[in-house]
Each structure stands twice: as structure tokens, then as C-alpha cells.
């Protein structure tokens, strides 16, 4: 079964660039600049950033559906990236490279099924999820931070 993995849209977070320190902290953003690598996977471009790249870390409400799974975490964002668009059945190496929490979800948009995974082993992970007619759609997070990391649709 084919899988699509989808990066957050650089729209939703162009407009950081141009914010001042001041206004950033005030939406309880960080701005930081890279000093080790590759410990800061962007969740818009689905690499990891590099040494002296400016990043930022804020709160972003990656499952705002009506429903008791209803959740936001802390995210990296590099600063100017393009969003990143997989190839079908493709993994970033951000994604393969780390440990993986899977999260599986129906079309209400409940919890329905979750696991841990190598992400060097997350193909078999999403085929086995999607295995099971009534998982609509995965989140993946990065299973240590517990940070959202994307989302993948059968297609």
C-alpha cells in the first residue's frame, strides 16, 4: 500500500522572519541559531537543520480536530525553507535517522492504534498501520521529545 508523508507549509510560519525578538518572544517563540548537527529536524523542509542556520522553536497545534486527541508540542522551524514534498512511498532521513512514535487515527479523528519504531523499519510501520481499513491517516513524533514530526495518508 502507497504512502504519502506531508511536511508542515512554509506559509504557516514565513512570517517569523520578519518579527523582532520582542514580538517573537511575546508568541512564546525562540529564535536560536544551529550549533549542532543534526539535532534539529524542521518539520517544513524534513531535514535536519545545519550548524549556524537560524531555527525557531515554538508551540504548534498539530491535531486541532474536535476530539479528545486534540494536541500541540514544541516544533522546529528553519528559517526561509521551502516545504519539503516526499515522493510516494519516500522517507526524509530526518524521519529515518531518529526513533519514531507512530500514531494511527480513524476519520473521527480518534486514536485508534500506536507504536514505537526504528525509523529505519517505518515503511513496514505505516504498512502495518494502514493494513487495518478503519486508520485513515498516521502522525509521526519524534518518540524521546515526543515532538510532531509529520503526518503520512494512504493514497
Same mark, same amino acid.
Given at each position: &500500500? ?34 549542532? =548537527? ?11 537543520? $545545519? ?21 500541540? =508540542?514544541?516544533?522546529?522551524? !528553519? ?7 516526499? &515522493?510516494?512511498? $519516500? ?17 473521527? =479523528? ?9 525509523? !529505519? ?29 509529520? !503526518?503520512?495518508? !494512504?493514497?
Amino acid at each position: &500500500m502507497s504512502f504519502q508523508i506531508s511536511a508542515l507549509p512554509a506559509a504557516h510560519f514565513k512570517e517569523l522572519a520578519a518579527l523582532s525578538d520582542s514580538e517573537l518572544g511575546a508568541r512564546n517563540i525562540q529564535k536560536k541559531t544551529v550549533e549542532s =548537527h543534526p539535532d534539529y529536524p524542521c518539520r517544513v523542509s524534513l531535514e535536519d537543520a $545545519e550548524i549556524g542556520e537560524t531555527i525557531y522553536l515554538l508551540n504548534f497545534t498539530h491535531h486541532d480536530q474536535a476530539t479528545p486527541y486534540k494536541a500541540s =508540542h514544541a516544533i522546529f522551524v !528553519r528559517e526561509g525553507v521551502e516545504q519539503a514534498h516526499p &515522493m510516494t512511498d $519516500e522517507i526524509p532521513r530526518s524521519l529515518s535517522s531518529r526513533l519514531l512514535s507512530v500514531r494511527a487515527y480513524d476519520a473521527h =479523528h480518534d486514536m485508534v492504534d500506536a507504536d514505537v519504531c526504528d525509523g !529505519r523499519q517505518l515503511g513496514t510501520k505505516i504498512s502495518t498501520f494502514f493494513a487495518d481499513s478503519a486508520v485513515v491517516y498516521l502522525h509521526l513524533h519524534n518518540a524521546r521529545p515526543g515532538c510532531y514530526a509529520a !503526518r503520512v495518508d !494512504r493514497i
